[in-house]
């Protein structure tokens, strides 16, 4: 459908941009921080890429000042961050580190100052390594009462300076990867041990919104998931069918939960039959009733393509499945020439026919952006704030300049999607560009790069840490002054 004239962005949209601790702090074990998941998995050899870690990163804690003045220079309207919790609470669920807390107070006060609206993630994946230690972590309900005791610290602190709030990061990213591929913390390969976690952390978000409507009640809370449509590779209706089933396995199985309060019928009924469902009580099922987001994160980088299952292969064995997802962690099925996952083995992934991929193989779809916001939009009516969505790169340092004419382009494409889905009636919040910085890629390091501004310092080291902003810096800069207008 071609409109003649776009709509415009609303006027407070917020034009934004995101990271996340793990990936831009550094200081791991400063002014009493506790270790997190992530230091442990990290330091382990074996694990990440070359054997990158985030205990520098981009060192943004002691950047921080600087990178909120280049945001402010930019004219950018929203700073999404997420809170270590390991920083706050060193155990996660004993005393608070003043210090900690601090950083963040300083970092609000500081975007605040530069008329940036701060965007908090509560749970950006670094669960404190002790609660891990002590309880196994998202597989126990201990974890929920010390999440809750987490968030009510951070309410409390903030509940005047944050108006927009996240609670968990892509849950259906970290539990899939966490308990199913073992591809990160806590490196555990048993789906009947992920759909436990995974029902846990759905008790922990509802609490978290619960607690949140009674201690903010001018804020505004909501989970981000990682979205992508599901096209079928043809028109057979088999593959239809296969389109509609990885539909309920990648998304409505957590969706579902978040904005419906209630699991999907067609994934619970396999789940229940291969004896792999987690324990759902009565006070459980009221409880995900009772807690209501007030808009939806979307986190967009691409869908996927799916085809019956015509190959019937076997279930993933351990390596097959680990080689599959690497580097991709949006395609939750295996492709159609490797074993399958079990619970629906009636559909593969298959790459699509029409689209161009990124260096790192990812698949560029600015038109399902559009889609994925107007499926989302239409089945949930919550408004939308697109949390991430971002091009990875190798960027080159030429001159003491980057020029990324390529994200430009990827972002441009993305954006007119956007406002697409707007004058299409899409509701929407703000948009946050994944990322602000250059930061640490989870399982590829520094190399692969999504920021606006440049850091100087590789997969060997820090380097000088030089803050240096790219071509796409300028080029959202006059997007924002502009308000969209020429996108
Ligand atoms: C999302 C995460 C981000 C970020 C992004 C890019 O899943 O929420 O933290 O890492 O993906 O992923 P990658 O670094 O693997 O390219």
């Avoid at 459908?1 to 949209?13: A, R």
């Avoid at 560029?364 to 239409?378: K, N």
Wanted: net charge negative.
């Amino acid at each position: 459908m071609y409109y003649q004239k776009l709509d415009e962005f609303p006027q407070d949209f917020l034009w934004g941009a995101a990271s996340a601790a793990y990936q831009i702090e550094g200081a791991f074990d400063e002014a009493g921080k506790g270790r997190s998941i992530w230091d442990t998995y990290a330091h382990t050899p074996g694990n990440t890429y070359q054997g990158t870690t985030g205990d520098v990163a981009v060192d943004h804690y002691h950047h921080m000042e600087e990178d909120v003045a280049l945001m402010g220079k930019m004219g950018l309207k929203a700073y999404r961050f997420s809170v270590a919790w390991s920083r706050v609470i060193p155990d996660g669920e004993g005393a608070v580190n003043e210090a900690g807390l601090d950083f963040y107070r300083r970092l609000i006060k500081a975007l605040r100052a530069n008329h940036v609206e701060p965007v908090l993630t509560l749970y950006h994946w670094d669960l404190p390594q002790a609660l891990q230690d002590k309880y196994q972590g998202w597989e126990s309900r201990e974890t929920i009462a010390a999440f809750k005791k987490y968030c009510q610290v951070l309410f409390a602190a903030f509940k005047d300076d944050v108006k927009y709030w996240v609670t968990f990061n892509e849950q259906n990213v970290f539990t899939s990867m966490g308990y199913r591929w073992g591809t990160h913390p806590p490196k555990v390969m048993d789906i009947k041990r992920m759909y436990a976690a995974n029902h846990i952390i759905n008790l922990a978000n509802a609490e978290a919104i619960n607690l949140f409507h009674e201690m903010v009640p001018n804020g505004l809370i909501g989970p981000s998931f990682g979205y992508g449509p599901v096209y079928p590779l043809t028109g057979d209706p088999n593959d239809v069918l296969a389109s509609v089933n990885a539909d309920d396995f990648n998304n409505n199985w957590w969706l579902d939960v978040y904005c419906r309060g209630e699991y999907p019928f067609f994934m619970m009924k396999q789940l229940q039959r291969m004896g792999i469902a987690p324990v759902v009580t009565a006070a459980d099922e009221q409880l995900l009733k009772s807690a209501k987001p007030d808009f939806l994160g979307v986190n967009y980088y691409h869908g996927g393509t799916v085809q019956t299952n015509r190959l019937q292969k076997p279930v993933a064995t351990d390596q097959q499945a680990k080689d599959f997802s690497a580097t991709d962690p949006y395609l939750m099925q295996p492709k159609a020439d490797q074993a399958q996952s079990p619970e629906i083995p009636a559909f593969n992934s298959v790459a699509s026919p029409y689209l161009a991929k990124t260096e790192w193989g990812w698949e560029i779809d600015p038109v399902g952006f559009r889609v994925a916001l107007r499926q989302v939009y239409e089945k949930y009516r919550l408004p939308i704030f697109v949390t991430e969505n971002g091009l990875g790169a190798v960027d080159q340092l030429v001159n003491g300049q980057i020029d990324d004419q390529y994200r430009i382009d990827y972002l441009q494409a993305h954006l007119l999607a956007m406002k697409e889905a707007i004058t299409d009636g899409v509701a929407m919040i703000g948009y946050c560009a994944w990322s602000y910085t250059d930061l640490l890629s989870w399982l590829n390091g520094y190399r692969k790069r999504y920021g606006f501004v440049y850091i100087d310092r590789d997969d060997n080291g820090p380097k000088e840490l030089k803050r240096i902003p790219k071509a796409s810096y300028y080029w959202y800069q006059q997007i924002i002054a502009e308000n969209g207008q020429q996108i």
